[in-house]
Protein backbone atom coordinates (compact mmCIF):
# COMPACT_ATOMS: atom_id res chain seq x y z
CA UNK A 1 0.00 0.00 0.00
CA UNK A 2 2.51 2.46 0.75
CA UNK A 3 4.37 1.57 -2.38
CA UNK A 4 1.69 2.25 -4.18
CA UNK A 5 0.83 5.65 -2.74
CA UNK A 6 4.42 6.75 -3.31
CA UNK A 7 4.57 5.60 -7.23
CA UNK A 8 1.11 7.67 -6.58
CA UNK A 9 3.00 10.78 -5.71
CA UNK A 10 6.21 10.49 -7.75
CA UNK A 11 3.43 10.87 -11.02
CA UNK A 12 1.95 13.51 -9.55
CA UNK A 13 5.49 15.31 -8.85
CA UNK A 14 6.40 14.74 -12.31
CA UNK A 15 2.87 15.92 -13.46
CA UNK A 16 3.47 19.46 -11.33
CA UNK A 17 7.28 19.39 -12.51
CA UNK A 18 5.65 19.04 -16.16
CA UNK A 19 3.41 21.99 -15.51
CA UNK A 20 5.87 24.04 -13.81
CA UNK A 21 8.43 23.63 -16.78
CA UNK A 22 5.72 24.77 -19.74
CA UNK A 23 4.71 27.30 -17.83
CA UNK A 24 7.84 28.78 -17.54
CA UNK A 25 8.26 28.40 -21.32
CA UNK A 26 5.49 30.51 -21.85
CA UNK A 27 6.16 32.74 -19.38
CA UNK A 28 10.09 32.96 -20.38
CA UNK A 29 8.74 33.11 -24.58
CA UNK A 30 6.17 36.27 -23.48
CA UNK A 31 9.29 38.07 -21.42
CA UNK A 32 11.09 37.79 -24.80
CA UNK A 33 8.66 38.67 -27.10
CA UNK A 34 8.05 41.99 -24.41
CA UNK A 35 11.46 42.33 -24.28
CA UNK A 36 12.28 42.32 -28.25
CA UNK A 37 9.10 45.05 -28.32
CA UNK A 38 10.77 47.58 -25.69
CA UNK A 39 13.61 46.98 -27.57
CA UNK A 40 12.10 48.15 -30.73
CA UNK A 41 10.19 51.06 -29.02
CA UNK A 42 13.24 52.32 -27.82
CA UNK A 43 15.72 52.09 -30.71
CA UNK A 44 12.57 53.78 -32.65
CA UNK A 45 12.88 56.57 -30.03
CA UNK A 46 16.30 56.84 -29.88
CA UNK A 47 16.54 57.32 -33.42
CA UNK A 48 13.93 59.54 -33.61
CA UNK A 49 15.95 62.00 -31.25
CA UNK A 50 19.23 61.41 -33.72
CA UNK A 51 17.55 62.51 -36.40
CA UNK A 52 15.62 65.32 -34.92
CA UNK A 53 19.00 66.93 -33.74
CA UNK A 54 20.50 66.12 -37.23
CA UNK A 55 21.12 69.10 -39.21
CA UNK A 56 18.48 68.73 -42.10
CA UNK A 57 20.23 69.81 -45.49
CA UNK A 58 17.15 68.48 -47.73
CA UNK A 59 14.18 68.18 -46.38
CA UNK A 60 10.37 70.00 -46.02
CA UNK A 61 6.93 69.10 -45.45
CA UNK A 62 3.49 69.53 -45.72
CA UNK A 63 0.59 71.43 -44.49
CA UNK A 64 -3.08 71.45 -44.70
CA UNK A 65 -5.27 67.65 -45.57
CA UNK A 66 -8.20 67.82 -47.33
CA UNK A 67 -10.94 65.58 -46.76
CA UNK A 68 -11.39 63.51 -49.72
CA UNK A 69 -15.58 63.80 -50.20
CA UNK A 70 -18.11 66.80 -49.11
CA UNK A 71 -21.60 65.95 -48.93
CA UNK A 72 -22.15 69.45 -49.84
CA UNK A 73 -22.68 71.49 -53.65
CA UNK A 74 -22.12 74.05 -54.91
CA UNK A 75 -25.25 76.18 -54.23
CA UNK A 76 -26.11 78.43 -56.97
CA UNK A 77 -29.48 79.60 -55.13
CA UNK A 78 -29.16 83.82 -54.22
CA UNK A 79 -28.97 82.87 -50.37
CA UNK A 80 -25.82 80.71 -50.86
CA UNK A 81 -24.24 82.15 -54.14
CA UNK A 82 -20.70 83.70 -54.20
CA UNK A 83 -20.02 87.00 -53.63
CA UNK A 84 -20.13 89.36 -56.47
CA UNK A 85 -16.29 89.69 -58.07
CA UNK A 86 -16.65 93.07 -56.41
CA UNK A 87 -15.34 91.36 -53.70
CA UNK A 88 -12.87 90.51 -54.95
CA UNK A 89 -10.00 92.45 -56.56
CA UNK A 90 -8.69 92.10 -59.72
CA UNK A 91 -5.14 92.91 -58.85
CA UNK A 92 -2.74 89.57 -58.74
CA UNK A 93 -0.48 90.59 -55.79
CA UNK A 94 1.27 87.13 -56.34
CA UNK A 95 0.31 84.82 -58.76
CA UNK A 96 -3.15 83.04 -57.86
CA UNK A 97 -3.28 85.17 -54.77
CA UNK A 98 -6.41 88.05 -55.13
CA UNK A 99 -6.40 91.11 -52.66
CA UNK A 100 -10.22 90.90 -50.77
CA UNK A 101 -11.78 94.26 -51.92
CA UNK A 102 -12.46 96.64 -48.93
CA UNK A 103 -14.05 100.16 -48.44
CA UNK A 104 -12.93 102.66 -45.76
CA UNK A 105 -14.95 105.67 -43.90
CA UNK A 106 -12.59 107.69 -41.90
CA UNK A 107 -10.23 105.60 -39.80
CA UNK A 108 -12.11 102.36 -40.65
CA UNK A 109 -11.69 99.49 -43.13
CA UNK A 110 -14.73 97.34 -44.01
CA UNK A 111 -14.12 93.78 -45.80
CA UNK A 112 -16.95 91.38 -46.37
CA UNK A 113 -15.83 87.52 -46.11
CA UNK A 114 -18.15 84.93 -46.92
CA UNK A 115 -17.90 80.81 -46.46
CA UNK A 116 -19.53 79.15 -48.79
CA UNK A 117 -19.03 75.48 -50.57
CA UNK A 118 -17.06 75.05 -53.65
CA UNK A 119 -15.73 72.80 -55.76
CA UNK A 120 -11.82 73.70 -55.47
CA UNK A 121 -9.99 73.18 -58.20
CA UNK A 122 -6.14 71.95 -57.58
CA UNK A 123 -4.75 71.57 -60.68
CA UNK A 124 -6.52 70.17 -64.58
CA UNK A 125 -7.60 66.79 -63.49
CA UNK A 126 -8.18 67.26 -59.75
CA UNK A 127 -10.74 69.04 -57.78
CA UNK A 128 -12.40 68.78 -54.65
CA UNK A 129 -15.49 69.57 -52.29
CA UNK A 130 -14.00 72.86 -50.50
CA UNK A 131 -15.57 75.13 -48.26
CA UNK A 132 -13.61 78.91 -49.54
CA UNK A 133 -13.76 82.43 -48.37
CA UNK A 134 -15.29 84.19 -51.00
CA UNK A 135 -14.71 81.49 -53.50
CA UNK A 136 -11.02 81.44 -53.64
CA UNK A 137 -8.28 78.68 -52.13
CA UNK A 138 -6.70 80.40 -50.20
CA UNK A 139 -8.96 83.24 -49.47
CA UNK A 140 -8.26 86.57 -50.78
CA UNK A 141 -5.19 88.66 -49.43
CA UNK A 142 -6.37 91.29 -46.49
CA UNK A 143 -3.98 93.95 -46.79
CA UNK A 144 -4.27 97.12 -44.36
CA UNK A 145 -2.23 99.63 -42.46
CA UNK A 146 -0.78 99.48 -39.10
CA UNK A 147 -2.81 101.93 -36.92
CA UNK A 148 -6.12 101.44 -39.58
CA UNK A 149 -9.10 100.13 -37.93
CA UNK A 150 -10.65 96.92 -39.27
CA UNK A 151 -13.91 95.66 -39.78
CA UNK A 152 -14.52 92.32 -41.10
CA UNK A 153 -18.36 91.16 -41.50
CA UNK A 154 -18.21 87.66 -42.04
CA UNK A 155 -21.36 85.59 -43.48
CA UNK A 156 -21.77 82.22 -43.19
CA UNK A 157 -23.49 80.04 -46.21
CA UNK A 158 -22.34 76.93 -45.66
CA UNK A 159 -24.83 74.37 -44.32
CA UNK A 160 -25.05 72.35 -41.38
CA UNK A 161 -22.06 74.37 -40.48
CA UNK A 162 -21.35 76.71 -37.22
CA UNK A 163 -18.18 78.36 -37.59
CA UNK A 164 -15.96 80.98 -36.67
CA UNK A 165 -13.00 83.19 -37.42
CA UNK A 166 -10.06 83.64 -36.02
CA UNK A 167 -7.48 86.45 -37.02
CA UNK A 168 -3.97 84.26 -35.73
CA UNK A 169 -1.48 86.20 -34.16
CA UNK A 170 -2.63 89.45 -34.21
CA UNK A 171 -2.90 90.40 -30.28
CA UNK A 172 -6.75 92.15 -30.56
CA UNK A 173 -9.51 91.98 -27.85
CA UNK A 174 -10.11 88.89 -26.82
CA UNK A 175 -13.92 88.78 -27.73
CA UNK A 176 -12.71 89.48 -30.87
CA UNK A 177 -10.68 86.54 -30.99
CA UNK A 178 -13.00 83.99 -32.97
CA UNK A 179 -12.76 80.79 -30.72
CA UNK A 180 -16.28 79.33 -30.44
CA UNK A 181 -17.81 78.60 -26.76
CA UNK A 182 -15.09 80.89 -25.38
CA UNK A 183 -15.11 84.20 -26.92
CA UNK A 184 -17.66 83.43 -28.98
CA UNK A 185 -21.37 81.87 -29.94
CA UNK A 186 -20.04 79.80 -33.39
CA UNK A 187 -21.70 81.84 -36.37
CA UNK A 188 -24.61 79.37 -37.79
CA UNK A 189 -25.41 78.62 -41.18
CA UNK A 190 -26.89 81.74 -42.69
CA UNK A 191 -25.90 84.11 -39.77
CA UNK A 192 -23.64 86.83 -39.66
CA UNK A 193 -21.00 88.06 -36.92
CA UNK A 194 -18.43 91.64 -37.68
CA UNK A 195 -15.20 91.33 -35.79
CA UNK A 196 -13.70 95.05 -35.31
CA UNK A 197 -10.39 95.48 -33.94
CA UNK A 198 -6.80 97.96 -34.70
CA UNK A 199 -4.38 96.41 -37.47
CA UNK A 200 -1.48 96.33 -34.73
CA UNK A 201 1.23 95.61 -35.24
CA UNK A 202 2.55 95.65 -39.01
CA UNK A 203 3.68 92.05 -39.79
CA UNK A 204 1.79 88.80 -41.65
CA UNK A 205 -0.76 86.79 -40.28
CA UNK A 206 -3.26 84.31 -40.80
CA UNK A 207 -7.27 84.29 -41.03
CA UNK A 208 -8.88 80.52 -40.53
CA UNK A 209 -11.69 78.96 -38.98
CA UNK A 210 -11.55 77.78 -35.53
CA UNK A 211 -14.48 75.05 -35.49
CA UNK A 212 -12.07 71.64 -35.54
CA UNK A 213 -9.40 70.77 -38.12
CA UNK A 214 -11.58 69.90 -40.93
CA UNK A 215 -12.98 73.53 -41.44
CA UNK A 216 -9.76 74.91 -42.11
CA UNK A 217 -8.70 71.66 -43.65
CA UNK A 218 -11.37 72.00 -46.73
CA UNK A 219 -10.43 75.69 -47.95
CA UNK A 220 -11.12 77.86 -44.91
CA UNK A 221 -8.09 79.86 -44.34
CA UNK A 222 -6.31 82.87 -45.76
CA UNK A 223 -3.28 85.57 -45.83
CA UNK A 224 -3.47 88.96 -44.00
CA UNK A 225 -1.05 91.36 -44.04
CA UNK A 226 -0.43 94.63 -42.08
CA UNK A 227 1.64 96.96 -44.15
CA UNK A 228 3.95 99.20 -41.56
CA UNK A 229 2.94 102.73 -40.75
CA UNK A 230 6.24 104.24 -40.66
CA UNK A 231 10.13 103.78 -41.27
CA UNK A 232 10.77 100.07 -42.32
CA UNK A 233 14.50 98.15 -41.15
CA UNK A 234 14.29 96.78 -45.15
CA UNK A 235 14.06 98.31 -48.35
CA UNK A 236 11.27 98.55 -50.19
CA UNK A 237 10.82 96.36 -53.51
CA UNK A 238 8.36 95.92 -56.71
CA UNK A 239 8.36 92.99 -56.82
CA UNK A 240 6.33 90.91 -54.04
CA UNK A 241 5.41 87.08 -53.82
CA UNK A 242 2.97 85.36 -51.78
CA UNK A 243 3.01 81.81 -51.21
CA UNK A 244 0.69 80.12 -49.66
CA UNK A 245 2.04 75.82 -48.79
CA UNK A 246 -0.66 73.51 -48.32
CA UNK A 247 -0.75 69.60 -48.49
CA UNK A 248 -3.94 67.39 -48.66
CA UNK A 249 -4.71 63.66 -48.00
CA UNK A 250 -6.38 62.48 -51.36
CA UNK A 251 -7.05 58.76 -52.29
CA UNK A 252 -5.87 57.91 -55.89
CA UNK A 253 -3.05 60.29 -56.35
CA UNK A 254 -0.38 58.37 -55.29
CA UNK A 255 2.11 56.71 -52.44
CA UNK A 256 2.80 59.59 -49.53
CA UNK A 257 6.28 60.33 -48.76
CA UNK A 258 7.77 59.68 -45.52
CA UNK A 259 6.92 61.75 -43.18
CA UNK A 260 10.14 64.40 -42.20
CA UNK A 261 9.15 66.00 -38.93
CA UNK A 262 11.33 64.21 -36.97
CA UNK A 263 8.75 61.16 -36.44
CA UNK A 264 10.30 58.00 -37.35
CA UNK A 265 8.23 55.36 -35.78
CA UNK A 266 5.84 52.95 -37.88
CA UNK A 267 2.59 54.93 -37.94
CA UNK A 268 0.88 51.73 -39.58
CA UNK A 269 1.82 50.27 -35.87
CA UNK A 270 1.56 52.82 -33.75
CA UNK A 271 -1.84 53.89 -34.97
CA UNK A 272 -3.28 50.62 -33.97
CA UNK A 273 -1.88 50.64 -30.40
CA UNK A 274 -2.80 54.02 -29.99
CA UNK A 275 -5.37 55.52 -32.72
CA UNK A 276 -6.02 58.82 -31.48
CA UNK A 277 -2.60 59.64 -30.47
CA UNK A 278 -0.48 59.74 -33.24
CA UNK A 279 -1.74 61.45 -36.01
CA UNK A 280 -0.54 63.96 -38.06
CA UNK A 281 3.16 63.86 -38.88
CA UNK A 282 2.14 60.44 -39.86
CA UNK A 283 2.72 59.42 -43.74
CA UNK A 284 -0.72 60.93 -44.60
CA UNK A 285 -0.17 63.06 -47.53
CA UNK A 286 0.32 62.55 -50.99
CA UNK A 287 -1.21 65.89 -52.87
CA UNK A 288 1.14 69.19 -52.25
CA UNK A 289 -0.02 72.48 -53.01
CA UNK A 290 1.19 76.05 -53.81
CA UNK A 291 -1.31 78.39 -53.40
CA UNK A 292 -4.21 76.03 -53.65
CA UNK A 293 -2.34 74.40 -56.93
CA UNK A 294 -0.54 71.64 -57.67
CA UNK A 295 2.44 72.15 -59.95
CA UNK A 296 0.63 75.46 -60.55
CA UNK A 297 1.21 77.03 -63.89
CA UNK A 298 1.69 80.55 -63.29
CA UNK A 299 4.81 81.85 -62.82
CA UNK A 300 6.58 83.85 -60.26
CA UNK A 301 8.47 86.87 -62.40
CA UNK A 302 11.41 88.87 -61.41
CA UNK A 303 14.11 90.64 -62.71
CA UNK A 304 17.37 90.14 -61.71
CA UNK A 305 19.69 92.57 -59.37
CA UNK A 306 16.52 93.67 -57.71
CA UNK A 307 15.04 92.60 -54.28
CA UNK A 308 12.71 90.26 -54.28
CA UNK A 309 10.36 90.26 -51.31
CA UNK A 310 9.14 86.78 -50.65
CA UNK A 311 6.51 86.24 -48.02
CA UNK A 312 5.76 82.54 -46.98
CA UNK A 313 2.53 80.62 -45.20
CA UNK A 314 2.00 77.94 -43.84
CA UNK A 315 -1.30 76.98 -43.71
CA UNK A 316 -0.65 72.88 -43.19
CA UNK A 317 0.09 70.40 -40.34
CA UNK A 318 3.77 69.75 -41.54
CA UNK A 319 7.21 71.84 -41.54
CA UNK A 320 8.61 72.68 -44.52
CA UNK A 321 11.74 73.75 -45.89
CA UNK A 322 11.38 76.30 -49.10
CA UNK A 323 13.92 76.63 -51.54
CA UNK A 324 14.22 78.82 -55.03
CA UNK A 325 16.75 77.90 -57.27
CA UNK A 326 19.04 80.15 -58.74
CA UNK A 327 18.66 83.60 -56.09
CA UNK A 328 20.22 84.14 -52.89
CA UNK A 329 17.93 84.10 -50.24
CA UNK A 330 17.62 86.06 -46.62
CA UNK A 331 14.83 85.76 -43.74
CA UNK A 332 14.80 89.06 -42.84
CA UNK A 333 10.90 88.27 -40.76
CA UNK A 334 9.77 85.98 -38.35
CA UNK A 335 6.40 87.15 -38.43
CA UNK A 336 7.99 90.67 -37.17
CA UNK A 337 11.16 92.35 -38.22
CA UNK A 338 14.51 90.81 -37.62
CA UNK A 339 17.47 93.22 -36.21
CA UNK A 340 19.66 91.91 -39.37
CA UNK A 341 18.72 89.88 -42.46
CA UNK A 342 20.30 86.31 -41.77
CA UNK A 343 21.29 84.26 -45.59
CA UNK A 344 19.98 80.59 -45.35
CA UNK A 345 20.24 78.15 -48.43
CA UNK A 346 16.42 77.60 -47.50
CA UNK A 347 13.49 78.13 -45.20
CA UNK A 348 12.15 76.39 -42.51
CA UNK A 349 9.08 76.86 -41.72
CA UNK A 350 6.20 74.84 -39.62
CA UNK A 351 2.78 74.61 -39.56
CA UNK A 352 0.83 78.64 -38.94
CA UNK A 353 3.99 80.33 -39.07
CA UNK A 354 4.74 83.05 -41.54
CA UNK A 355 8.74 83.87 -42.27
CA UNK A 356 9.65 86.94 -44.80
CA UNK A 357 12.14 86.66 -47.00
CA UNK A 358 14.22 89.03 -49.49
CA UNK A 359 15.18 87.26 -52.63
CA UNK A 360 17.43 88.51 -55.44
CA UNK A 361 19.40 86.72 -58.59
CA UNK A 362 22.00 87.54 -60.77
CA UNK A 363 21.64 85.45 -63.31
CA UNK A 364 18.56 85.79 -66.03
CA UNK A 365 16.79 82.49 -66.73
CA UNK A 366 14.29 79.57 -65.10
CA UNK A 367 14.68 78.50 -62.35
CA UNK A 368 12.14 76.36 -59.46
CA UNK A 369 10.58 77.19 -56.45
CA UNK A 370 10.46 74.00 -54.57
CA UNK A 371 10.34 71.68 -51.10
CA UNK A 372 13.52 70.35 -50.58
CA UNK A 373 12.44 66.71 -48.80
CA UNK A 374 11.83 63.69 -51.34
CA UNK A 375 8.35 63.54 -52.57
CA UNK A 376 6.98 66.83 -51.92
CA UNK A 377 7.89 68.42 -54.50
CA UNK A 378 7.54 65.87 -56.98
CA UNK A 379 4.26 65.35 -55.47
CA UNK A 380 2.70 69.34 -56.64
CA UNK A 381 4.71 71.83 -54.23
CA UNK A 382 7.14 73.23 -56.97
CA UNK A 383 6.80 76.45 -58.78
CA UNK A 384 8.58 78.19 -61.70
CA UNK A 385 10.44 81.15 -61.40
CA UNK A 386 11.67 83.01 -64.04
CA UNK A 387 14.42 85.98 -64.16
CA UNK A 388 14.58 88.28 -66.21
CA UNK A 389 17.80 90.76 -67.36
CA UNK A 390 16.98 94.15 -65.29
CA UNK A 391 16.53 97.16 -66.72
CA UNK A 392 17.80 99.58 -64.08
CA UNK A 393 21.97 99.42 -64.16
CA UNK A 394 22.01 100.94 -59.95
CA UNK A 395 23.32 98.13 -57.77
CA UNK A 396 20.19 96.65 -55.13
CA UNK A 397 19.58 98.80 -51.65
CA UNK A 398 21.98 97.76 -49.10
CA UNK A 399 20.70 94.70 -46.72
CA UNK A 400 22.17 94.35 -43.26
CA UNK A 401 23.54 91.10 -42.84
CA UNK A 402 23.21 89.84 -39.11
CA UNK A 403 26.74 88.60 -37.67
CA UNK A 404 25.94 86.80 -34.76
CA UNK A 405 28.44 84.68 -32.07
CA UNK A 406 29.19 81.46 -33.36
CA UNK A 407 27.65 80.17 -30.22
CA UNK A 408 24.25 81.48 -30.67
CA UNK A 409 21.34 79.11 -30.53
CA UNK A 410 19.17 78.68 -33.59
CA UNK A 411 15.38 77.78 -34.18
CA UNK A 412 15.19 76.32 -37.49
CA UNK A 413 18.03 78.01 -39.11
CA UNK A 414 17.47 81.17 -37.42
CA UNK A 415 20.05 82.61 -34.92
CA UNK A 416 17.49 83.16 -31.96
CA UNK A 417 19.87 86.13 -30.46
CA UNK A 418 22.17 86.96 -28.13
CA UNK A 419 23.48 84.33 -25.98
CA UNK A 420 23.98 85.11 -22.31
CA UNK A 421 22.12 85.08 -18.92
CA UNK A 422 18.25 85.48 -18.32
CA UNK A 423 17.84 88.36 -16.28
CA UNK A 424 14.13 89.36 -16.53
CA UNK A 425 12.70 88.80 -12.86
CA UNK A 426 9.45 86.49 -13.80
CA UNK A 427 5.89 86.84 -12.31
CA UNK A 428 5.15 83.40 -12.70
CA UNK A 429 6.60 80.22 -13.96
CA UNK A 430 4.78 77.71 -15.67
CA UNK A 431 6.37 74.12 -16.74
CA UNK A 432 3.96 72.30 -19.71
CA UNK A 433 5.43 68.60 -20.69
CA UNK A 434 3.72 68.12 -24.07
CA UNK A 435 3.17 64.43 -24.78
CA UNK A 436 0.70 61.60 -25.02
CA UNK A 437 -1.98 60.56 -22.06
CA UNK A 438 -4.69 58.07 -20.85
CA UNK A 439 -7.76 59.50 -21.02
CA UNK A 440 -11.56 58.25 -21.20
CA UNK A 441 -11.18 57.24 -24.95
CA UNK A 442 -7.79 55.63 -24.49
CA UNK A 443 -4.54 57.09 -25.33
CA UNK A 444 -4.91 60.86 -26.48
CA UNK A 445 -2.17 64.09 -26.76
CA UNK A 446 -1.84 66.17 -23.54
CA UNK A 447 -0.12 68.62 -21.40
CA UNK A 448 1.12 67.72 -18.20
CA UNK A 449 -1.31 64.57 -18.81
CA UNK A 450 -4.21 66.54 -19.13
CA UNK A 451 -6.26 65.92 -21.98
CA UNK A 452 -8.69 68.48 -23.69
CA UNK A 453 -11.20 67.25 -26.10
CA UNK A 454 -14.13 70.00 -26.33
CA UNK A 455 -14.12 73.92 -26.34
CA UNK A 456 -17.24 73.52 -25.28
CA UNK A 457 -15.84 71.57 -22.04
CA UNK A 458 -13.37 74.60 -21.25
CA UNK A 459 -14.63 75.24 -18.17
CA UNK A 460 -13.69 71.77 -16.81
CA UNK A 461 -10.23 72.39 -17.19
CA UNK A 462 -8.62 74.62 -14.84
CA UNK A 463 -6.39 77.17 -16.91
CA UNK A 464 -3.41 78.61 -16.14
CA UNK A 465 -3.69 81.92 -14.09
CA UNK A 466 -2.06 84.77 -14.66
CA UNK A 467 -2.51 88.70 -14.17
CA UNK A 468 -2.25 91.60 -15.86
CA UNK A 469 0.99 93.81 -15.78
CA UNK A 470 2.88 90.64 -15.10
CA UNK A 471 5.92 88.47 -16.69
CA UNK A 472 5.32 85.41 -17.71
CA UNK A 473 7.50 82.01 -18.62
CA UNK A 474 6.59 79.00 -19.72
CA UNK A 475 8.78 75.87 -19.86
CA UNK A 476 8.27 73.50 -22.78
CA UNK A 477 9.67 70.07 -22.83
CA UNK A 478 8.43 67.62 -25.54
CA UNK A 479 8.53 64.18 -24.18
CA UNK A 480 6.74 62.81 -27.42
CA UNK A 481 7.81 61.24 -30.56
CA UNK A 482 6.10 64.12 -32.97
CA UNK A 483 6.74 68.07 -33.28
CA UNK A 484 4.27 70.24 -31.57
CA UNK A 485 3.62 74.01 -32.99
CA UNK A 486 2.54 75.49 -30.26
CA UNK A 487 0.55 78.59 -30.58
CA UNK A 488 -0.32 81.76 -28.00
CA UNK A 489 -3.45 83.39 -29.26
CA UNK A 490 -3.67 87.06 -27.66
CA UNK A 491 0.05 87.14 -27.35
CA UNK A 492 3.20 87.61 -29.29
CA UNK A 493 6.41 85.97 -27.38
CA UNK A 494 10.27 85.96 -27.47
CA UNK A 495 12.34 82.77 -27.16
CA UNK A 496 14.40 83.22 -23.95
CA UNK A 497 16.02 79.81 -23.64
CA UNK A 498 16.68 76.58 -26.53
CA UNK A 499 17.85 73.24 -24.80
CA UNK A 500 19.28 74.80 -21.87
CA UNK A 501 20.94 77.86 -23.27
CA UNK A 502 19.56 81.26 -22.47
CA UNK A 503 19.64 84.34 -24.41
CA UNK A 504 20.47 88.26 -22.96
CA UNK A 505 18.97 89.13 -26.16
CA UNK A 506 16.18 87.72 -27.87
CA UNK A 507 15.72 88.47 -31.66
CA UNK A 508 12.40 86.24 -32.33
CA UNK A 509 9.07 87.75 -31.33
CA UNK A 510 6.77 84.83 -32.27
CA UNK A 511 3.12 83.45 -31.45
CA UNK A 512 3.92 79.95 -33.08
CA UNK A 513 6.90 77.48 -31.90
CA UNK A 514 7.72 74.48 -33.08
CA UNK A 515 8.85 72.13 -30.39
CA UNK A 516 10.52 69.05 -32.09
CA UNK A 517 10.93 65.57 -30.10
CA UNK A 518 13.09 65.94 -26.99
CA UNK A 519 13.27 69.52 -27.49
CA UNK A 520 12.89 72.39 -24.43
CA UNK A 521 12.23 75.56 -24.97
CA UNK A 522 11.38 78.78 -22.82
CA UNK A 523 9.34 81.41 -24.35
CA UNK A 524 8.24 84.78 -21.89
CA UNK A 525 5.62 87.39 -22.14
CA UNK A 526 4.17 89.74 -21.00
CA UNK A 527 0.31 89.43 -19.45
CA UNK A 528 -1.12 92.62 -21.15
CA UNK A 529 -4.24 91.57 -22.85
CA UNK A 530 -6.87 90.03 -20.52
CA UNK A 531 -9.50 87.93 -21.14
CA UNK A 532 -9.24 83.86 -21.82
CA UNK A 533 -6.50 82.71 -24.33
CA UNK A 534 -6.41 79.31 -26.07
CA UNK A 535 -2.47 77.78 -25.96
CA UNK A 536 -2.60 74.72 -28.55
CA UNK A 537 -0.45 72.70 -30.85
CA UNK A 538 -1.46 74.10 -34.37
CA UNK A 539 -1.20 70.75 -36.10
CA UNK A 540 -4.48 70.52 -35.23
CA UNK A 541 -5.06 66.90 -35.21
CA UNK A 542 -3.03 66.90 -31.85
CA UNK A 543 -5.29 69.95 -30.87
CA UNK A 544 -8.78 67.92 -31.69
CA UNK A 545 -6.75 65.27 -29.66
CA UNK A 546 -6.33 66.96 -27.04
CA UNK A 547 -2.86 69.16 -27.00
CA UNK A 548 -4.60 72.39 -25.85
CA UNK A 549 -4.87 74.47 -22.76
CA UNK A 550 -5.66 78.03 -21.91
CA UNK A 551 -4.73 80.78 -19.83
CA UNK A 552 -6.59 83.21 -17.79
CA UNK A 553 -6.40 86.59 -16.55
CA UNK A 554 -7.53 87.15 -12.33
CA UNK A 555 -7.56 90.17 -10.95
CA UNK A 556 -5.69 89.64 -7.46
CA UNK A 557 -4.32 86.52 -5.43
CA UNK A 558 -7.74 85.80 -3.89
CA UNK A 559 -9.77 85.12 -7.08
CA UNK A 560 -7.31 82.47 -7.89
Known amino acids: MFKRWREATRKRIKRIKRTLRKWMFYTKATFLILFIIAVVLLLTWVLTIVYSAMPHTSQAATPVQKSEASADSDHNNPSTAPLPLTAVNNKQVSPSQPEAESTKQGNVREFTITAYPKTVQIDDQLTFKGWTYNGVFPGPVIRVKE ?12 PDLETTIHFHGIPKPNRMDGVPYITQSPVKYGGQYTYEFTAEPAGMYIYHAHGGSLQANKGMIGPMIIEPNGPTTYPDTDTEWIVGLDESKIPGEGNPPPATDGNRMDQSMMQQMMPNALLGTADLYNVFTINGKRDPKHVF ?22 KVEGMKMYVTHDNAPLP ?18 YLIGNKPGKYKMLDTDPGHSELGMRANVVLTPSDDDNPPKHLKIADPPDNAPKYQGITAGIPGPDTTDYDRVYNMNLGMTMSSNGMNWGINGVSWNNLQNFKDITPYKLREGEMIKINLFNRSPESHPMHLHGHHFRIVSINGQTLAEPWLSKDVINVKPMQRFSIAFKADNPGNWLFHCHQEHHADSGLMTYFSYVESDTSE
Open 340 to 357: AAQPVEYVEISPYERIGV
Open 301 to 322: KAKTHEWVRLRLFNYGFQTHRI
Open 147 to 158: GEQVRVKFRNQI
